[in-house]
């Protein structure tokens, strides 16, 4: 099986800064995406990053304030701009390891912070 | 956009006993049903999924139900041990879509 990794797994930040999040795949996915899952809730996708063409964004998200890029089939980055307390979150990477487009397997987090 | 009910919020069982999460969804298109466990600060981990032209599937101790007329599908766990202490997510993607929509979540506690 594949392996997922994030960097970094988790950050303190001051608010009004940014934070780039990479997610890396050992193996080429088609898909990848990423969620938030704010602190004892449930996950909620924030974007489907797609390989040479802009990411899609779900609704209540905007590529201002969650920037990515897909610059290749194993990779990935989700930046958090101009950082609030209320971003204070786990970040995840997600893929379809089968290539199914429909299982998805996720990255350990990246556990973040805003003071 | 689909949307996914998760209950109960809370489950305690004892050792050896059963567990039976349950999910509705909305969207009559979603065909793919994945559950997934998640332990105290690590990812969720997809313990099971079926499909919507699969009405049970079961993996050793773990089963999940889909009852498609009805928009309902579960997860049955037997011979709960202490390490299926775990917050469990059901979720449905619809149906020639990839976005994955996640209930609340299930707290699941075994006691001993």
């Known amino acids: 099986s594949a392996v997922i990794s994030q960097k970094p797994s988790r950050d303190i930040c001051q608010r009004g800064t940014s934070l780039t999040i990479q997610c890396q795949v050992d193996s080429q996915v088609t898909m990848m995406f990423w969620y938030r899952q704010q602190p004892g809730q449930s996950l909620t996708l924030i974007a489907t990053a797609n390989q040479g063409s802009e990411a899609t964004y779900e609704s209540g998200f905007v590529i201002d304030k969650f920037p990515i890029s897909r610059p290749n089939l194993t990779f990935s980055t989700l930046t958090v701009s101009n950082m609030s307390p209320e971003d204070s979150s786990i970040y995840l990477c997600?893929?379809?390891?089968?290539?199914?487009?429909?299982?998805?397997?996720f990255g350990p987090g990246t556990r973040l912070t805003v003071l | 956009g689909e949307n996914v009910e998760q209950h109960p919020s809370t489950l305690s069982v004892q050792e050896g006993d059963s567990a039976v999460i349950k999910c509705t969804y909305s969207d009559s298109a979603s065909n793919y049903f994945p559950w997934y466990k998640q332990e105290l600060g690590k990812r969720p981990q997809l313990i099971i999924d079926i499909r919507s032209n699969v009405g049970e599937k079961k993996d050793q101790r773990i089963a999940v139900t889909l009852n498609k007329t009805a928009k309902h599908f579960s997860l049955h766990i037997t011979e709960t041990q202490p390490e299926d202490s775990a917050v469990y997510f059901c979720?449905?993607?619809?149906?020639?879509?990839?976005?994955?929509?996640f209930g609340t979540g299930t707290q699941l506690k075994v006691e001993l």
């Open positions: 979720a449905a993607i619809t149906g020639g879509g990839n976005k994955l929509t």
């Open positions: 997600s893929v379809d390891l089968r290539g199914s487009t429909d299982t998805q397997y």
